[in-house]
């Protein structure tokens, strides 16, 4: 089992850049594929971005493709989302999660029940 905590999530005007991270506990940090979602007012939880246990892989998002950037630090036990060209519509409270499952191949998990455990978030909002 694993515990997630997410911070780094404020008030940026449109434009700017956040990083925000994610730290795990317990030892077993690189035996997770990790992912980020992210859920606005009134929408569904959707997904922003995913990393593979060694951080050789990455999937993001189309939404978001070209700004975010997705990398983890295994020996800190954490995964970042580095969001720059930040728009009003990229507020949302964000997600990690993590993913014990192995797919064949180099697949990253973009489903919700995919991943197994979940932090609380953190709220990222952008004004215009």
């Known amino acids: 089992q694993v515990q997630l905590v997410e911070s780094g999530g404020g008030l940026v005007q449109a434009g700017g850049s956040l990083r925000l991270s994610c730290a795990a506990s317990g030892r077993t940090f690189s035996s997770y594929a990790m992912g980020w979602f992210r859920q606005a007012p009134g929408k569904e939880r959707e997904f922003v971005a995913a990393?593979?246990?060694?951080?050789?892989?990455?999937y993001i998002a189309d939404s978001v493709k070209g700004r975010f950037t997705i990398s983890r630090d295994n020996a800190k036990n954490t995964v970042y989302l580095q969001m720059n060209s930040l728009k009003p519509e990229d507020t949302a409270v964000y997600y990690c999660?993590?993913?014990?499952?192995?797919?064949?191949?180099?697949?990253?998990?973009?489903?919700?029940?995919?991943?197994?455990?979940w932090g609380q978030g953190t709220q990222v909002t952008v004004s215009s």
């Open positions: 999660a993590a993913d014990h499952t192995y797919y064949s191949g180099s697949y990253l998990a973009r489903r919700i029940d995919d991943y197994d455990y």
């Open positions: 990393i593979s246990r060694s951080g050789g892989s990455t």
